[in-house]
C-alpha cells in the first residue's frame, strides 16, 4: 500500500526565516510527486510536480527537490502570504490516482 | 485557468436523506474525482472517472455512488446520509496523462446532522 508522510504537522516562522518541509513516502513505483498549496476554506492549488531524484522545481520562494525516499519544499524568506497548509501527493505506476499526505501547516509570523 | 466549480460552499441535511453534490469543470478533462478530507486523515479519494458514464471505486467508496452523464459534470451521491459522513467534499479534475495535476474546486462542506 502507498504511503506518504508529511512532517512537520505544523510549523510556525518568522517573517524572513527560510526553512524545509518534509514528504516521505513509500510506494510500489513513483510515476510523479506533486506539491499544492491549501488556503483555509479554499481547494487544494496545484504547485509543482517532480518525475525523478535529483530533479528541482523553483517558484518564487518554494523550491521543492526530489530523492528516491522523499521530497522537501524549501522556503526562502517567507512573507506572511505563504502561511497555508502544504500537500504532497504521490502517483504510482499504471494509476490515475493521487495519494496524499496530511499537509504541514504554516504560519509565517509578521 | 481550469475551473472547477462545486455547486454548494455549505449544506446541512439530516440522516438518512438522500444527497446530491455536484461538480462542474470547464476544461474538458477526461478524469474526475470526488474526495473527503478531514482532520488528520488528510484527502482520501471516494471515487474518480475517467470518461463519461465510467466510475471507478477509490479508498472509501462505502455509502456513495457517482453518476456521470456527461464530461463536464461528476455527482456525488450519498444514498442515505448519516453523521459519519460529515466532511469537506473536494471535486477534482486532470487531463489524462501521468504528468497532469489534478485541478480542484473549493469544497462543499456536509453537515449530517
Known amino acids: 500500500e502507498d504511503q506518504v508522510t508529511q512532517s512537520p504537522e505544523a510549523l510556525r516562522l518568522q517573517e524572513g526565516e527560510s526553512s524545509s518541509l518534509n514528504c516521505s513516502y513509500t510506494?510500489?513505483?513513483?510515476?510523479?510527486l506533486f506539491w499544492y498549496r491549501q488556503d483555509p476554506g479554499k481547494g487544494p492549488e496545484f504547485l509543482f510536480t517532480?518525475?525523478?531524484a535529483g530533479e528541482e522545481k523553483e517558484k518564487e520562494r518554494l523550491k521543492a527537490t526530489l530523492t528516491k525516499k522523499e521530497s522537501f519544499l524549501h522556503i526562502t524568506a517567507p512573507k506572511p502570504e505563504d502561511s497555508a497548509t502544504y500537500l504532497c501527493a504521490v502517483r504510482t505506476f499504471g494509476n490515475e490516482k493521487l495519494t496524499f499526505g496530511t499537509g504541514t501547516r504554516l504560519t509565517i509570523i509578521p | 485557468d481550469v475551473k472547477v466549480t462545486q455547486s454548494s460552499r455549505y449544506l446541512v441535511k439530516r440522516t438518512g436523506e438522500k444527497v446530491f453534490l455536484e461538480c462542474v469543470q470547464d476544461m474538458d478533462h477526461e478524469n474526475m474525482f470526488w474526495y473527503r478530507q478531514d482532520p488528520g486523515l488528510g484527502l482520501r479519494l471516494i471515487y474518480f472517472s475517467y470518461d463519461v458514464k465510467m466510475k471507478e471505486k477509490g479508498d472509501i467508496p462505502e455509502g456513495y455512488s457517482v453518476s456521470r452523464e456527461k464530461k463536464e459534470r461528476f455527482s456525488l451521491i450519498l444514498e442515505s446520509a448519516s453523521t459519519n459522513q460529515t466532511s469537506m467534499y473536494l471535486c477534482?479534475?486532470?487531463?489524462?496523462?501521468?504528468?497532469?495535476?489534478?485541478?480542484f474546486g473549493d469544497g462543499t462542506r456536509l453537515s449530517i446532522l
Open positions: 517532480l518525475y525523478s
Open positions: 510506494v510500489s513505483g513513483l510515476r510523479g
Open positions: 477534482a479534475s486532470s487531463l489524462s496523462g501521468y504528468n497532469q495535476p489534478q485541478h
